[in-house]
Nanobody, 115 residues
Framework: GEHVVESGGGSVQAGGSLRLSCTYSGFTSNVEMGWYRQAPGNDCELISTISSDGDTYYLNSVKGRFTISQDNAKTTIYLQMNSLKPEDTAVYYC??????????WGQGTQVTVSS
């Protein structure tokens, strides 16, 4: 079956960096994977996607700070997050691209950025 495991979250001060990892399996080989986040009281937000061909998308507010990548085996995607801001605080989820993907597969990983 379809399986997703996110890791790499933590607590950092503003300006710090974190690298999130997502290992996935059970999806089609050409699946477009994405990172999403949800802060308390907020809607699920699409942050970034990467296609099987390596094409990427970024939410405007993270452009230039976050970088999505994937391994050659197409089993793991990463999100390198630099220059973190308090407003980046959220639970981060990995899932195939689509609507309503927060908490749809993995448990997510908490990112907390303090000022």
């Amino acid at each position: 079956g379809e399986h997703v495991v996110e890791s790499g979250g933590g607590s950092v001060q503003a300006g710090g960096s974190l690298r999130l990892s997502c290992t996935y399996s059970g999806f089609t080989s050409n699946v477009e994977m994405g990172w999403y986040r949800q802060a308390p009281g907020n809607d699920c937000e699409l942050i970034s996607t990467i296609s099987s061909d390596g094409d990427t998308y970024y939410l405007n507010s993270v452009k230039g700070r976050f970088t999505i990548s994937q391994d050659n085996a197409k089993t793991t995607i990463y999100l390198q997050m630099n220059s973190l801001k308090p407003e980046d605080t959220a639970v981060y989820y990995c899932a195939p691209y689509g609507p309503g993907r927060c908490n749809a597969w993995g448990q997510g990983t908490q990112v907390t950025v303090s000022s």
